[in-house]
């Protein structure tokens, strides 16, 4: 069974600093993994999606890495800002997607 | 217009009480699949669907059962609802690309009390 883990649950940064998020998943056999942002009250937007065979995947000030090989991947925001404050989930896709619980993203102004 | 919609997005009921929440999608995607959200846990599949034929079920699918009325519509029903199925419930559509499965697109949500 998949398991994804997400470290740290919470995290608080003052406005401009950079953002890194992590991920761990223990089953390497996987089709792609994605991250998604999910907003109070809110469905889930779909940030960057990483085919298996790719390293890393960028959009905007948003990048994403992934290492099948150590389970890991990492998202990292560029000069974050208020408006990224959310929580970001990481899903890997072994034909269906599993969850990890979460990031809570502070961002002060 | 959203692509994907829930209805009811919020709903309150008593123990025993049989729920139906819907779930509509015009992205014309052939997969759908319902999660549900606790705090702390993460998204949980409950029931998939890769076509109108296919049902299949998720990690935690005990208390729940489905139907795929449409390629467009699936509904999830708690047939005697209980307190610990209070939580927040999520729908999701994606599509085939290649030999892997491309995004899933998420509805809004429905929460659900159960008193």
């Known amino acids: 069974k998949q398991e994804v883990t997400q470290i740290p649950a919470a995290l608080s940064v003052p406005e401009g600093e950079n953002l890194v998020l992590n991920c761990s998943f223990t089953d390497s056999a996987i089709y792609n993994l994605q991250w998604f942002r999910q907003d109070p009250g809110k469905g889930l937007t779909s940030l960057l999606l990483i085919q298996s065979s790719q390293r890393e995947q960028t959009s905007g000030r948003l990048n994403a890495s992934l290492d099948k090989s150590s389970g890991r991947s990492t998202l990292y925001i560029a000069a974050s800002q208020p408006g990224d404050s959310a929580t970001y989930l990481c899903?890997?896709?072994?034909?269906?997607?599993?969850f990890g619980a979460g990031t809570t993203v502070t961002v002060r102004a | 217009d959203a692509d994907v919609t829930q209805t009811p997005r919020n709903r309150i009921t008593k123990t025993g009480k049989r729920i139906m929440l819907e779930c509509s999608q015009t992205?014309?995607?052939?997969?759908m699949y319902w999660y549900r959200q606790d705090p702390g846990l993460g998204l949980r599949l409950i029931y998939y669907?890769?076509?109108?034929?296919?049902?299949n079920k998720g990690e935690i699918s005990d208390g729940y059962s489905v139907s795929r009325q449409a390629q467009a519509k699936f509904s999830l029903s708690l047939e005697s609802a209980i307190p610990n199925q209070t939580a927040l419930y999520f729908c999701a559509t994606s599509d085939l690309r290649g030999s892997s499965t491309d995004t899933q697109y998420f509805g809004p949500g429905t929460r659900l009390t159960v008193l």
């Open positions: 992205k014309g995607h052939d997969r």
């Open positions: 899903a890997v896709d072994d034909y269906k997607l599993s």
């Open positions: 669907s890769f076509d109108v034929k296919d049902i």
